[in-house]
Each structure stands twice: as C-alpha cells, then as structure tokens.
C-alpha cells in the first residue's frame, strides 16, 4: 500500500510555480503505476522507496526541475538527455517535458524490477570527519542563536560550513567566512541556501 509523505507536499508548496506542477505529475505517476510506493525525504529531495529501496529522487531547481531513477545497471541504455541534469529526462521545465504515461510506468516497472532482481547497492564510503577551526569554535560560542542553528543542523549541513572555512587559504579569508558563516547561520540558514528550491 502506498503511503503519503506530508514533508513532501510542503517540499512542492516551496518549489518554483513551473515546477510544482512537474513535481505534483511525478508524483502522482509513480504512484498510479507502483501500489507499494513509500514516500520520503532523503538528502533534502523527494524520494519514492519500494520494498525499502529507492526507486526514484526528483528534486526542483531555481530553472528545472528533475526526475532520477536510482541503480541504474551499467548495461542499461543511457538516454540522450542524461547529460544534462540529474536524471534519466534532463532538465524538466514543463509536464510535457516527461515522456507519455505508458513509457513512464514502463520504467518505474523497470525499476521495481531491479529492486525485486537485488540489484547491487551502492557503496557509500564514509567520508573524513572535518574538523572544526578553533577561530570557528570560539566565534560560534559568542553567538547564540548561530550556535543554536548550527547544533540543530543534520551532519552534512554542519560539514558544509566547516569544510568551506576550513578550505579557506589565508586567515582573512577565513575570518571574512567565519562572518558570513555566523551571519547565515543566524538566519537559519544552511551553507549553500543560495541554491535551495
């Protein structure tokens, strides 16, 4: 039985308008063609699970929006529009930019298949942890309602900042991020907020 993912419909109310109405169709054809499909949220996009598995992300962007089925074979075609975004159907700007209903239930059967078939799983290395910049450390300290966002900031949020303050050649270059970094942070903000949506 299929289930709704309440954070999911929020995710399209924060979209760009030409992309809810894409990200409401994905939705509602992957659905129509898969009756265990469960929803979630997984690094930050839509995700579509069966069986536990990702079958499918779609994610919607400052100009496209995009659809991304997951495993892929290595001996499977690759479409011709792969290239140029995330995703089997490229940067979608419109609902007719998704093929018809048949090829699209054709894939996400293909996709089921995979899963069904125990198609391999990727293997996420784990990454380095980042350390924290003592500079950071103490300018997070004198700051409150930074630290009290930064804390509450899942582990890759948090990676974000510190790997782009730590990156930072000269120590005024650091400093000057450590401003902005507190600034941002204040707000709520996540690193890369520019990009969001």
């Known amino acids: 039985m299929s289930t709704s993912e309440p954070r999911i419909d929020a995710y399209i109310e924060q979209a760009a308008p030409f992309a809810q ?5 994905i939705r509602q ?14 690094w930050g996009m839509p995700a579509f699970l069966y069986r536990g598995k990702i079958l499918c992300v779609t994610a919607a962007f400052k100009a496209h929006a995009t659809l991304a089925f997951w495993r892929r074979d290595e001996g499977v075609a690759k479409p011709e529009k792969v290239g ?14 998704l093929p018809g209903k048949r090829e699209f239930a054709a894939k996400v059967k293909e996709a089921m298949a995979r899963i069904e078939a125990g ?34 900031f899942s582990a890759g949020y948090q990676r974000d900042y510190l790997e782009w303050i730590g990156d930072a050649k000269t120590e005024a270059t650091r400093d000057k991020r450590i401003a902005q970094a507190l600034e941002w942070l204040a707000e709520g903000k996540h690193r890369n907020w520019k990009y969001e949506k």
């Open 21 to 25: 109405p894409i990200l409401r169709e």
């Open 29 to 42: 054809r992957l659905h129509a063609s898969c009756g265990e499909l469960e929803e979630a949220i997984k």
């Open 84 to 97: 140029e975004a995330m995703g089997e159907f490229g940067k979608l700007t419109q609902v007719k930019d």
């Open 119 to 152: 198609a391999p799983q990727r293997v996420v290395k784990p990454r380095a942890p980042v350390t924290m910049v003592p500079a950071f450390a103490q300018a997070l300290a004198g700051h409150a309602q930074a630290k009290k966002h930064y804390d509450g």
